[in-house]
């Protein structure tokens, strides 16, 4: 996996130029999302020194969303490495014609806040 995404990341910075900061921004979430596998594997009793993404899905997924927000990352920081994720396999589906796990996947929606309302003494 971690060719794979290094492949993903020069994509990034050469056909889409995207500026340095989004590719290591990607490349950075990817490894997350690798780390993530990965631990998943071991408490799987699996071998942990190797993911294949051809044997990633939806339900891999959503596993990490779902510990993302039950970790307490912002739904903003969970959108973002959503976002990374989805351009990685849309990216691997282009490139291989593999299917798109992420493909099904929708990002949390961010909480908006009400605007505060404002007392007499605030208006002159």
């Known amino acids: 996996?971690?060719?794979?995404?290094?492949?993903?990341?020069?994509?990034?910075?050469?056909?889409?130029?995207?500026?340095?900061?989004?590719?290591?921004?990607?490349?950075?979430?990817?490894?997350?999302?690798?780390?993530?596998?990965?631990?998943?594997?071991?408490?799987?009793?699996?071998?942990?020194?190797?993911?294949?993404?051809?044997?990633?899905?939806?339900d891999d997924i959503r596993a990490w969303l779902d510990h993302m927000m039950k970790g307490g990352a912002q739904?903003?920081?969970?959108?973002?490495?959503?976002?990374a994720v989805k351009a990685f396999f849309r990216y691997r589906e282009a490139s291989t014609g593999v299917a798109n796990p992420a493909r099904p996947l929708r990002s949390p929606k961010l909480q908006r806040k009400l605007p505060s309302i404002m007392d007499g003494s605030d208006i002159r």
Do not use: W
């Open 75 to 83: 739904r903003g920081t969970v959108q973002r490495r959503l976002a």
């Open 1 to 58: 996996m971690v060719a794979e995404i290094e492949a993903f990341a020069a994509a990034l910075a050469k056909v889409s130029r995207a500026s340095r900061h989004t590719v290591d921004s990607y490349r950075r979430d990817l490894g997350f999302f690798r780390k993530f596998l990965l631990d998943r594997a071991a408490a799987r009793g699996r071998p942990r020194e190797k993911i294949d993404c051809n044997e990633i899905d939806a």
